[in-house]
């Protein structure tokens, strides 16, 4: 079919709401019109959210780098007494929560390394102890692969876990450890931990429960094109079962102080295009974000215009990526976010950590908009 009429076609279909073959989204990869994909990809996320482009006001808690894993990607991970270790105690995690107190709609965000010595007993406690510092603030913790971790610690069930932390102040899990659902890059990249279909049996069964998640993907590394589109197939399948995914979110790997450091950094226009096709084949989960820390700013910026509808977040202080070299902030005041949402010509809604909008702000709120970083 000539190009003119396949962009015809397509642009019908995604006007009319209708679910694209994977064969579209791989033809998508190879789309020479960057920007007539990013145009397309925008009026899927137009029809649903408008102007708007959401954040949320957070603090990402990763708590200790200790890890008994050896994922190939990872620059963060460390073994007891290795220079850079680091583990942060109760204490300083209820401090640093303090920043959030009486922020509407705060969430902080938990993650770690699988640390070597801790009980199963240390993970409820920490959201038991948070929960009593400040029951405002929603806790979003522990991805798929801690969540397995602690399985293990326990004798028990996937199931029996989550149990246990919800009823311990789990709010929502974040989406990470998916990498790319595929189980070639599983054996390649990480055989020592989780792979595709167990990660997406505990995002499951998280849902059975009540427990909203995200879902990430990991790319810029060895994967395929039709790696990812399979990444996506897999996540559009689970969520038509289960509808419990909130959020995709694309992330760019930074191959610095890794053993895939001979890479390059992926560009910017494959960031805007993992973007923009998430948001056209994932029709079944509702959010699509861009992850500013990995992006880098300027991305984050066209992403609003090539699908994305929710920018992550305030942040302070993230970890993760900065030890793979990642150049940008740590983490951003509120107002400096605000402003790259209105630097896309975007209307900045401030939202809680499930997705709801919290705007209009209260005039007391405005005025502590750029107190937490
Ligand atoms: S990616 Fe996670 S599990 Fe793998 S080595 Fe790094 S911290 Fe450990």
């Known amino acids: 079919m000539p190009r003119g009429d396949w962009h015809r076609t397509l642009e019908a279909k ?14 998508l990869y190879a789309e020479p019109d960057l920007a007539w994909l990013g145009g397309l990809a925008n009026l899927r996320r137009e029809q649903a959210f408008g102007n708007q482009t959401t954040y949320v006001v957070n603090l990402h808690l990763n708590y200790t780098n200790l890890c008994v ?23 300083e995690m209820v401090e640093r929560i303090g920043t959030l107190r009486g922020v509407p709609g705060a969430e902080v965000h938990i993650v770690g390394g699988l640390h070597p010595k801790h009980p199963y007993r240390f993970y409820p406690d920490l959201l038991e102890a948070l929960h009593r510092a400040d029951p405002g603030v929603h806790l979003k913790a522990f991805t798929a692969v801690e969540i397995e971790h602690f399985a293990g610690l326990a004798g028990r069930s996937v199931e029996w876990v989550l149990e246990d932390l919800k009823a311990h102040g789990l709010g929502s899990m974040p989406g990470g450890g998916a990498e790319v659902l595929v189980e070639r890059i599983h ?17 499951a069964c998280a849902h059975r429960l009540g427990i909203p998640t995200s879902a990430t993907m990991l790319a810029g590394h060895i994967e395929m094109p039709a790696e990812r589109l399979e990444h996506m ?38 960031v805007l295009r993992d973007l923009a096709i998430g948001r056209l084949m994932l029709d079944n989960i509702p959010h699509v974000k861009a992850y500013w820390v990995m992006s880098g700013l300027q991305a984050a910026v066209r992403a609003q215009w090539f699908g994305a509808d929710d920018l992550d977040g305030t942040v302070v202080e993230e970890r993760i990526t900065h030890m793979a070299g990642c150049l940008s902030p740590a983490g951003l005041a509120e107002e400096n976010l605000r402003r790259l949402i209105l630097e896309a010509g975007r209307q900045p809604v401030r939202r809680d950590a499930l997705y709801r909008p919290l705007e209009p702000l209260p005039v007391e709120d405005e005025a502590s908009c750029a107190s937490t970083s």
């Open 14 to 27: 995604v006007r009319s709401g209708g679910r694209l073959a994977l064969e579209e989204g791989l033809a």
């Open 69 to 91: 894993g050896s994922c190939l990607f990872c620059a963060f991970a460390r073994r007891p007494g290795e220079p850079g270790a680091y583990e942060m105690t109760l204490e």
């Open 187 to 203: 054996r390649k990249l990480h055989p020592t931990k989780i792979g595709p279909d167990r990660w997406l049996e505990i995002h």
């Open 233 to 270: 197939d897999r996540l559009r399948q689970a969520q038509d079962r289960s509808g419990g995914f909130l959020a995709f979110i694309p992330l760019r790997f930074h191959p610095g102080n890794t053993r895939l450091a001979g890479l390059p950094l992926m560009s910017d226009e494959q």
